[in-house]
């Protein structure tokens, strides 16, 4: 039995879905736009008070990949704008034209206030893709298979958990 996607966890409970074997487009499907856009708004609101509470060494800390934060929130960010603009293509039928940034790496000494307004200009596109409606033609991601346009929307809450979860890592590491 599926979880219930709620707006505090939806997010994360998308992203457990899907590394269970659970296709993205499957969820996508079974939402509400509604529920898909409180997924990404919880991940959203993850990553602005992740941010907000990060000093700048902490913002420039890295993995043993050496991905920082800076870099997996700048990352997250282009991948939004990607799939925002697969998304509008989607819903009006058209073939998207866009090259998706898999594994770019965000800018390594971008500033926290121009992750924070990017993060803006996200919250921005999201509130413009409430009105996208189910079904209409895929696209396929790499990893995730054929998406439509609200499965684009889903994937950025999906994708900003996983970050969130990576950065998270990052910063708890000594």
Request: aromatic share 4%; proline share 2%; no cysteine.
């Amino acid at each position: 039995m599926a979880m219930r996607f709620s707006a505090a966890t939806a997010a994360a409970t998308a992203l457990d879905e899907v590394r269970a074997g659970v296709r993205l487009l499957s969820i996508a499907r079974g939402r509400s736009m509604e529920e898909i856009a409180g997924a990404v708004r919880d991940a959203k609101t993850g990553l602005r008070l992740g941010l907000a509470s990060l000093g700048e060494d902490e913002l420039r800390k890295a993995d043993a990949d050496g991905w920082s934060v800076a870099m997996i929130v700048g990352h997250a960010l282009a991948m939004d704008e990607a799939a925002h603009l697969i998304a509008r293509s989607l819903a009006l039928g058209r073939a998207p034209e866009v090259e998706v940034p898999y594994d770019r790496a965000g800018e390594s000494k971008v500033a926290k206030a121009d992750l924070l307004r990017r993060l803006d200009a996200a919250e921005a596109r999201l509130a413009e893709a409430t009105v996208l409606a189910a079904g209409g033609p895929t696209f396929a991601h790499r990893d995730l298979g054929p998406l439509d346009a609200r499965g684009w929307i889903l994937f950025i809450g999906v994708h900003d958990a996983m970050h969130l979860h990576q950065a998270a890592d990052i910063v708890r590491a000594r």
